[in-house]
């Protein structure tokens, strides 16, 4: 009879609190099954990032480049690179690999590396400028014509030429800027700028340079040309005035001296 009463008092509590004989039950199922890891629900895909570095590169024409592809991903499953550029050595190890790239002469290509980790892709980017800086940049000596000053400054073997910004600068300050976005040509080029303005006072005797920079997204290039001095001048339009006024007045002067003589001669005589 002793037996029967923790019997009875489990069959009491199951009926009034069903939830407790189910966890009971599922308690006493645990304990009695086999032992073993549980399994993992099917479907699951791992978390991982994948970066790739630098991800922006600027090269002269004709260089290469290594690209570093990193994953968090614990059994990568396939690693690659997508790339218009040639590709060359290939370099691998734990959790990361170095790809090359040989020739870059495109003036913007992208590499993309793709990482298949527990049956997900994931990837990155980065993006390659191939650039040259210019050869040489020239400022001619200022020219005066009429009442402006012609500047002249020429860039040589330059690229890209879209991307380039020429400014001038007078005594410090800059007195005129361009940029030659418009250009859109995927070569090698020279460029010329010209510009014209009126000198004051206060702008002779100053040192006037040429200056490009190329902005590149990441990667700024500057240049300068010697810088030349902006001299006193007279031009000749001026210079040509001044000379019929000189010979005008030498006229008046000397038809006031023939007048004057014709005059005081007779009277001299009379007397």
């Known amino acids: 009879m002793g037996s029967l009463f923790p019997l009875s008092l489990l069959l009491f509590l199951a009926a009034a609190y069903p939830g407790v004989g189910c966890a009971l039950g599922r308690r006493i199922k645990r304990a009695q099954g086999p032992k073993g890891s ?36 614990p059994q990568p499953q396939n690693s690659s690179l997508r790339t218009r550029l040639r590709q060359g050595k290939t370099l691998r190890g734990p959790g990361w690999v170095y790809y090359q790239l040989l020739d870059v002469r495109a003036w913007s290509s992208h590499a993309h590396c793709l990482v ?14 191939a650039y040259k800086p210019p050869h040489s940049v020239i400022l001619e000596p200022p020219v005066l014509k009429g009442r402006q000053y012609t500047l002249r400054c020429h860039v040589t073997h330059v690229f890209p030429v879209g991307y380039l910004v020429v400014t001038l600068r007078l005594g410090g300050r800059v007195i ?69 006024s000189i010979a005008a007045l030498v006229g008046i002067l000397l038809a006031v001296g023939s007048v004057y003589l014709s005059k005081c001669l007779p009277m001299k005589s009379q007397a």
């Open 38 to 73: 549980p399994l993992a629900p099917s479907g699951t895909s791992v978390p991982f990032w994948v970066r790739m570095n630098p991800e922006f590169v600027a090269v002269p024409p004709g260089r290469s480049v290594w690209l570093n592809c990193s994953n968090s991903c």
């Open 116 to 129: 298949t980790c527990a049956g997900k892709t994931r990837w990155a980017t980065t993006r390659i400028t």
């Open 176 to 244: 005129y800027s361009e940029s030659l976005e418009r250009y859109t040509h995927q070569d090698l080029a020279n460029v010329t700028l010209t510009y014209e303005f009126p000198a004051g006072p206060r702008d002779f005797w100053q040192p006037v340079i040429c200056h490009t920079r190329l902005n590149l997204e990441g990667l700024v290039v500057r240049n300068s040309s010697a810088p030349v001095t902006l001299m006193l001048a007279w031009s000749p339009a001026p210079t040509a005035l001044a000379s019929v």
